[in-house]
């Protein structure tokens, strides 16, 4: 009985929301100019509340538990079932958040993050200062076994493919256009517009946008280095069409990824598998086009030679990127970026110890041998690629200098390797381990960071950076109320086709029940019909 009320109401308040929905851009401007639309729950005492839970919570648990304890049949019966029924409220809210809302005038004052929070004050949206999500602050905390609960994956699928739909919120906007705020709410693609511009920013939709974004990016840069060898002009007096526009290109990607650093913030955004790869990638075309345009301008040869010669490095980085952006929940890659980052701070941790034995054989040596000799033969050492310096040792000192060489291949060659092979080991057990969970993190942080609110994302590369030179001018000579519908005419101009085959798409797929829940998801490559002529053939059907 209580499971057949529970889905009655369930389902009356899908329809109530799905009826009182707000049409995306189909009912009418408000006469006014104003911008906000107030918070109906500013008035909410969350800090008070915060502490009373945590309160309540330490009360209910006095004794030292493990994860597995915490997750067991007796803990949800002891503990967590009395708290639920204690602190549940059906009438309560389900919304982002100020952890200092209406908190005390000194406590306010003593804690500086509180000025953090506050800062949004001065931005745009009064009333909504920094709000944040559960998914956000989940994230930032890294909450795995949360994130990977049900429920959360349920939320995260929902937001994924545009169920729901909410504006975040942004410390810094590039081009801000928050003349409308969208409240969290469910979306029904049957009562919006053919041409519903705030669809770019679903999640899924961003995903493919930005693959598609970045092969282009990339065939224009394979363009740029096969043309490259092949052409016979001189590169410091010639900038060929094809050149021209990759650097345009990239450089509205570039103003992609810098104002989507600046949307959730460098913790969240470095959370990315490939997130590295872009800024190491945007260095090494800021040095290009820095290069390029001074060989252009100055007739050097050698500088425009130098550019693309470092133009060339990108080759390394773009590619894997690709192969991350197809593949971003394979265990191989998470748990490789993960390694890679074990292995750097070790690497770094022993570069800084081992600085002390360079500097004991420099003096050693009595100016006989450079540094930088010095250097090559423990890095020989190091890689166990050759035994030079171990021979040589002895030029620095008769019997200090063999000590310090041989104490250097112990430290530097066994011991590290050990270590190294050690921790990296345990680093991909403990992710083979809880694969479900790293899965699932980074499902909420891409789906966390494809909600935009910033309205440069609206443009694809290059009409961005145009969109920037044209439209942010224009925000402060007109009001706000033609300022969005300046914006929404140029955005659904610019994307006709996308957004009606996203609508035409989202009325057939978006809210279509999975028919194949009871069998579970089939997995179909290009060799099952090969597989069918195989001995055991009827087995596998």
């Known amino acids: 009985m209580n499971q057949t009320i529970r889905a009655a109401r369930s389902r009356e308040e899908q329809e109530a929301l799905l009826m009182n929905e707000e049409q995306a851009e189909d009912s009418p401007l408000p006469a006014s100019d104003g911008i906000h639309v107030p918070n109906p729950h ?50 309560d809210v389900s919304t982002g958040f100020e952890p200092f809302q209406n908190a005390p005038e000194e406590v306010a ?37 949360f994130l990977s609960s049900s429920a959360c994956r349920k939320i995260v699928d929902a937001v994924y493919r545009g169920r729901i739909v909410y504006t975040p919120t942004s410390f810094i906007d590039i081009l801000p256009d928050h003349y409308k705020y969208k409240p969290i709410s469910l979306y029904d693609p049957r009562k919006s517009p053919m041409l519903n511009q705030y669809r770019l920013i679903v999640p899924m939709t961003r995903n493919v946008i930005e693959v598609c ?89 050698e500088h425009g030679q130098q550019a693309l010669d470092i133009l060339a490095i990108g080759a390394p ?22 390694m890679m980052v074990d292995f750097t701070f070790l690497t770094l941790l022993a570069v800084w110890c081992f600085a002390g034995l360079l ?17 090559k033969w423990m890095l020989w050492i190091w890689f166990g690629l050759d035994g030079t310096g171990i021979q040589r040792s002895t030029e620095l000192h008769r019997v200090l200098g063999p000590m310090l060489m041989v104490t250097f291949a112990f430290l530097g060659n066994t011991l590290f390797l050990t270590i190294l092979v ?55 000579t007109v009001s706000p109320r033609w300022f969005h519908k300046i914006n929404v005419t140029a955005i659904r101009t610019l994307n006709a086709p996308i957004l009606l085959f996203i609508n035409l798409y989202e009325r057939r ?22 597989e069918r002529f195989s001995v055991h053939g009827d087995l596998q059907a």
């Open 42 to 91: 500013a008035e909410l005492p969350v800090y008070i509340s915060i502490h009373r839970i945590r309160r309540l919570i330490i009360a209910s648990i006095d004794d030292p538990y493990s994860l597995e304890q915490l997750k067991s049949p007796r803990m949800n019966v002891a503990v967590v079932r009395p708290l639920v029924e204690h602190l549940y409220n059906p009438k």
């Open 109 to 145: 004052h003593e804690n500086q993050h509180a000025l953090h929070w506050a800062v949004r004050k001065h931005f745009w949206r009064d009333g909504y200062e920094r709000t944040l999500t559960a998914l956000e602050v989940a994230i930032i905390s890294e909450s795995k076994i």
């Open 213 to 301: 974004q970045f092969f282009v990016l990339l065939v224009l840069y394979m363009l740029t280095m096969i043309k490259r060898h092949k052409s016979k002009v001189d590169v410091s007096q010639h900038f060929p069409a094809y050149e021209l526009f990759f650097c345009i290109y990239s450089a509205g990607w570039a103003l992609d990824e810098f104002a989507s650093v600046l949307e959730h913030g460098w913790q969240v955004h470095t959370e990315n598998l490939w997130s590295f790869l872009d800024i190491a990638f945007l260095a090494i075309y800021g040095l290009y086009f820095s290069l390029r345009m001074h060989g252009l301008g100055s007739g050097n040869i």
């Open 317 to 338: 980085i773009l590619l894997p990127r690709l192969a991350l952006n197809l593949m971003p929940e394979n265990m191989l890659f998470i748990s490789l970026r993960a």
């Open 359 to 375: 500097l004991a054989m420099r003096w050693l040596s009595n100016g006989t041998h450079e540094s930088i000799t010095i250097s």
């Open 422 to 476: 050690s921790m990296l080991s345990n680093t991909f057990s403990n992710l083979a381990a809880n694969a479900t969970a790293e899965i699932q993190f980074r499902r909420a942080v891409l789906t966390f960071e494809g909600v935009k609110s910033d309205a440069i994302f609206a443009y694809r590369p290059p009409f961005n950076i145009l969109a920037l030179m044209l439209l942010l001018p224009l925000k402060f």
């Open 509 to 530: 797929t978006l809210w279509k029940p999975h028919r194949h829940a009871v069998r579970g998801p089939q997995k179909r490559t290009w060799l099952g019909l090969w």
